[in-house]
């Protein structure tokens, strides 16, 4: 399941970074079609998701998309076009089994990113997968 789910988000990033070059553009692009993918695997989704107290100031934090199975968290997703720890701050603080980070910035973070958290690195796929790029 996780890697169709992977594949298919490859996918959009794919579609998406073929036809706009805007970054939040893309961030919301991304969010919403990530939205809308939920359905296509019987969950629902959620955006902006609030996690409490997740911030060092003890703010909360909004995760980009969670999908839920039975009421409960499932897929966390956060969508990033550059390094920001909060979002894996956030991710490692929702209660969801699976999670991913959606980076599409230029340098490869998956060094930085913890093994709890699926790193979707889409920017290396922005030029190569895209014959309208080429």
């Known amino acids: 399941m996780l890697q169709s789910i992977e594949s ?9 970074f073929c036809n706009i070059n805007d970054r939040r553009v893309i961030h919301q692009l991304l969010q919403t079609k990530i939205y809308q993918l939920a359905q296509d695997f019987n ?3 959620w955006r902006e998701f609030r996690i409490p107290n997740v911030r060092d100031d003890g703010r909360d934090g909004l995760i980009d998309v969670v999908w839920f199975k039975v009421m409960k968290p499932f897929i966390a997703f956060e969508i990033d076009s ?30 930085l990113t913890p093994k709890e958290i699926n790193l979707i690195y889409a920017h290396r796929y922005k030029r190569k997968s895209c014959r309208k790029c080429l």
């Open 82 to 111: 550059s390094f920001r720890s909060k979002s894996i701050k956030k991710l490692l603080a929702i209660s969801a089994p699976y999670k991913f980070w959606i980076y599409y910035g230029h340098e490869n973070r998956e060094s």
């Open 8 to 16: 298919k988000i490859y996918n959009i990033c794919n579609e998406v």
């Open 43 to 45: 969950y629902k989704a």
